[in-house]
């Protein structure tokens, strides 16, 4: 989005304001430039591109209002029955107004429709506001990883969250599988 956008509206828009798709090539400069403006140590534009074109479409997600400007996104990948959710961000000026959770349970479902019955991120320590925003979402914190980030240096709290219903998860912990056919 640019700045100049958000200026000539009265307010950002809110979440219902907004629609989440899958990305496309022409979005990765908005993308890009949140990602920069977001984080100190941003994935490259480069990066972006990789995964819009290896992974499938759905596992890059756009946050856009009405007039298309792009606010946010999300970018996620499964491998058989776990997600991993890669970065979400949405731009500063539209914070605090939902779309970021929107993003998130997008992010959820469409990895639970893939087949996916976990998802797992990393965050910052001290990163309140997307800690905070993942427990209120089911997110629980099951590890830690000492000095994961750099720019500044940091601990990564490693949070999971369950896709699906305990009762419909195909694995269900060693204590409970059934014993293998002889
Ligand atoms: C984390 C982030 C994506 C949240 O986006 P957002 O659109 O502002 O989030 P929402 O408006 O949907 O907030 C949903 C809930 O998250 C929590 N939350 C969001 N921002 C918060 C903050 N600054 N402080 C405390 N809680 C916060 C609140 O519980 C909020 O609900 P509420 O507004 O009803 O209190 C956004 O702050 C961001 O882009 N941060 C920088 C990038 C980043 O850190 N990404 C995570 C990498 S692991």
Redesign the pocket.
Known sequence: MSAGSLVRRRTAPT?SECRTRAAVHRDLRAVARIERA??PDPWSHDMFVAHLRYAPPEMFLIAEASEGEVL?YALMRTVLDEAE?L??????E???????????RAAMETCRAHGAEWML????EA????R??YE?HGFVPIGRRAGYYHSPREDAIVMRAPLVDPADRTDRGPDQRESPPR
Do not use: D, H, S, Y
């Open positions: 979440a977001v984080f946010g959710l970065n979400i961000a949405v731009t500063p539209a914070r605090r107004r939902g779309i970021g959770l929107q993003l998130l991120l990393e965050v910052r990163n309140v506001a997307a905070t925003l209120r």
